[in-house]
């Protein structure tokens, strides 16, 4: 298993903007991910078995190892992102945040991101409304898990899990 990596570029699994991308890094035969341990340091890279036509490619994305910060990514469109550690993908998004107002939800990740509890009160409650039209049940079980402390958040110590998103599978 590798102990440093090459930043090759980003998977949006969404497809749709803006949106966090998850990094993938390489030589681009091998592709992984970072696993990122409860001090919040990379500890380990993950086998990602996947395309590699999917990734948007960077060019100078820079090399990471096992002890690392980890890196984040965030694209407001195809061609406008901000990659990078926590603190500079952070700054960023709090420069941009007003510009979220009207995609409720991704407002929500990015205020949780960027640790604004204040503003993320309104943000959730302004999704709770959105999804409470499709589904008033589900969208107050929604509300009530982000409000709850007792509920945990992602977690850099969790077990890896797989996402099928429109019939890609992603495991994390």
Request: glycine share 6%; proline share 5%.
């Amino acid at each position: 298993m590798p102990t440093k990596l090459k930043l090759l570029g980003f998977i949006n699994p969404s497809r749709r903007y803006p949106a966090f991308l998850i990094p993938v890094f390489g030589d681009g035969e091998e592709l992984w991910l970072q696993d990122i341990d409860q001090s919040g340091r990379i500890s380990c890279f993950r086998r990602l078995e996947k395309d590699a036509s999917l990734i948007t490619r960077v060019e100078q994305g820079g090399e990471v190892g096992v002890g690392d910060s980890p890196m984040f990514a965030f694209a407001f469109n195809e061609r406008d992102f901000v990659f990078g550690d926590e603190a500079r993908v952070r700054r960023r998004l709090d420069g941009a945040v007003d510009r979220f107002q009207e995609a409720p939800f991704t407002r929500s990740e990015v205020l949780e991101f960027i640790v604004n509890s204040e503003e993320l009160r309104d943000a959730n409650e302004k999704a709770r409304q959105v999804l409470a039209a499709l589904n008033p049940t589900i969208a107050d079980r929604w509300y009530k898990s982000e409000q709850s402390a007792e509920l945990p958040r992602i977690s850099h110590d969790r077990a890896p899990t797989t996402m099928v998103l429109e019939g890609d599978v992603y495991e994390t």
